[in-house]
Protein backbone atom coordinates (compact mmCIF):
# COMPACT_ATOMS: atom_id res chain seq x y z
CA UNK A 1 0.00 0.00 0.00
CA UNK A 2 1.22 3.67 -0.92
CA UNK A 3 2.15 5.99 1.99
CA UNK A 4 0.25 9.37 1.78
CA UNK A 5 0.32 12.69 2.89
CA UNK A 6 -1.81 15.32 2.70
CA UNK A 7 -1.32 19.33 1.60
CA UNK A 8 -4.01 22.07 1.70
CA UNK A 9 -3.72 24.23 -1.06
CA UNK A 10 -6.34 27.22 0.09
CA UNK A 11 -8.49 27.13 3.08
CA UNK A 12 -11.68 29.43 2.73
CA UNK A 13 -13.40 31.25 6.10
CA UNK A 14 -15.75 33.63 6.98
CA UNK A 15 -14.76 36.76 8.73
CA UNK A 16 -16.95 35.67 11.59
CA UNK A 17 -19.06 33.41 12.48
CA UNK A 18 -21.31 33.89 16.04
CA UNK A 19 -18.76 34.95 18.52
CA UNK A 20 -15.76 33.00 16.22
CA UNK A 21 -13.63 34.48 13.57
CA UNK A 22 -12.12 32.41 10.83
CA UNK A 23 -14.52 29.75 10.64
CA UNK A 24 -13.86 27.10 7.81
CA UNK A 25 -16.41 26.66 4.93
CA UNK A 26 -14.15 24.91 2.38
CA UNK A 27 -10.75 24.10 1.57
CA UNK A 28 -8.95 22.93 -1.46
CA UNK A 29 -6.58 19.91 -1.23
CA UNK A 30 -4.57 17.30 -2.34
CA UNK A 31 -3.42 14.14 -1.25
CA UNK A 32 0.09 12.68 -2.65
CA UNK A 33 0.79 9.42 -3.02
CA UNK A 34 4.02 7.50 -3.05
CA UNK A 35 5.71 3.86 -3.26
CA UNK A 36 8.70 4.86 -2.13
CA UNK A 37 10.14 5.73 -5.68
CA UNK A 38 6.85 7.12 -7.69
CA UNK A 39 4.58 10.02 -6.59
CA UNK A 40 0.68 10.32 -7.93
CA UNK A 41 -1.83 12.58 -6.46
CA UNK A 42 -5.56 13.66 -5.98
CA UNK A 43 -7.17 16.34 -5.13
CA UNK A 44 -10.46 18.50 -4.41
CA UNK A 45 -12.82 20.84 -3.01
CA UNK A 46 -14.29 19.84 -0.07
CA UNK A 47 -16.99 21.65 1.57
CA UNK A 48 -18.30 22.01 5.03
CA UNK A 49 -21.81 22.52 6.02
CA UNK A 50 -22.26 25.93 8.55
CA UNK A 51 -22.08 24.24 11.75
CA UNK A 52 -25.05 24.35 14.07
CA UNK A 53 -25.95 26.69 16.39
CA UNK A 54 -24.12 26.38 20.05
CA UNK A 55 -21.51 23.91 18.50
CA UNK A 56 -17.86 24.48 20.12
CA UNK A 57 -15.52 25.18 17.44
CA UNK A 58 -11.73 24.57 17.27
CA UNK A 59 -9.89 27.84 16.37
CA UNK A 60 -8.59 27.65 13.04
CA UNK A 61 -4.93 27.92 13.83
CA UNK A 62 -5.42 24.58 15.77
CA UNK A 63 -6.87 22.29 13.23
CA UNK A 64 -4.55 19.52 12.18
CA UNK A 65 -3.94 17.50 9.12
CA UNK A 66 -6.81 14.61 10.86
CA UNK A 67 -9.00 17.44 10.84
CA UNK A 68 -9.29 18.11 7.67
CA UNK A 69 -8.74 14.43 6.14
CA UNK A 70 -11.93 13.84 8.29
CA UNK A 71 -13.77 16.51 6.74
CA UNK A 72 -12.18 14.56 3.19
CA UNK A 73 -13.15 11.42 4.64
CA UNK A 74 -16.93 12.76 5.19
CA UNK A 75 -17.47 14.10 1.86
CA UNK A 76 -15.98 11.49 -0.03
CA UNK A 77 -16.80 8.52 1.99
CA UNK A 78 -15.31 5.04 1.82
CA UNK A 79 -15.93 3.82 -1.45
CA UNK A 80 -13.85 7.08 -2.91
CA UNK A 81 -11.29 6.85 -0.60
CA UNK A 82 -11.17 3.30 -2.05
CA UNK A 83 -11.08 4.56 -5.51
CA UNK A 84 -8.82 7.44 -5.05
CA UNK A 85 -5.87 5.08 -3.27
CA UNK A 86 -6.23 2.41 -6.31
CA UNK A 87 -6.03 4.80 -8.77
CA UNK A 88 -2.89 6.17 -7.54
CA UNK A 89 -1.64 3.04 -6.50
CA UNK A 90 -1.77 1.78 -9.92
CA UNK A 91 -0.35 5.08 -11.71
CA UNK A 92 2.70 4.77 -8.89
CA UNK A 93 2.99 1.24 -9.80
CA UNK A 94 2.85 1.80 -13.42
CA UNK A 95 5.47 5.09 -13.14
CA UNK A 96 8.08 2.89 -11.19
CA UNK A 97 7.60 -0.35 -13.88
CA UNK A 98 8.31 2.75 -16.82
CA UNK A 99 11.48 4.38 -14.13
CA UNK A 100 12.93 0.66 -14.06
CA UNK A 101 12.27 -0.26 -17.57
CA UNK A 102 14.72 3.67 -18.51
CA UNK A 103 16.93 2.80 -16.10
CA UNK A 104 17.40 -1.30 -17.22
CA UNK A 105 17.33 0.24 -20.99
CA UNK A 106 20.34 3.27 -20.10
CA UNK A 107 22.21 0.40 -18.56
CA UNK A 108 22.07 -1.78 -21.09
CA UNK A 109 22.95 1.08 -23.80
CA UNK A 110 26.07 1.92 -21.65
CA UNK A 111 26.88 -1.65 -21.48
CA UNK A 112 26.86 -1.75 -25.20
CA UNK A 113 28.91 1.50 -25.48
CA UNK A 114 31.56 -0.01 -22.96
CA UNK A 115 31.63 -3.47 -25.09
CA UNK A 116 32.14 -2.24 -28.31
CA UNK A 117 35.16 0.27 -26.57
CA UNK A 118 36.89 -2.70 -25.48
CA UNK A 119 36.06 -4.51 -28.83
CA UNK A 120 38.28 -1.19 -30.09
CA UNK A 121 41.18 -1.86 -27.88
Not at 51 to 64: A, M, Q, R, S, V
Not at 93 to 103: C, S, V
Request: charged share 25%; net charge negative.
Amino acid sequence: MNNYSLRLIKVYKYGQYQEYEDVVTQFEWSIIFTDGVSESSSAGITRLPTPPEGITLKPIDELTDDDYFGWIMQDIGPEGWARIQQINQDQCAKLTKELEYQIHYDVSIEAVQLYNKILEI
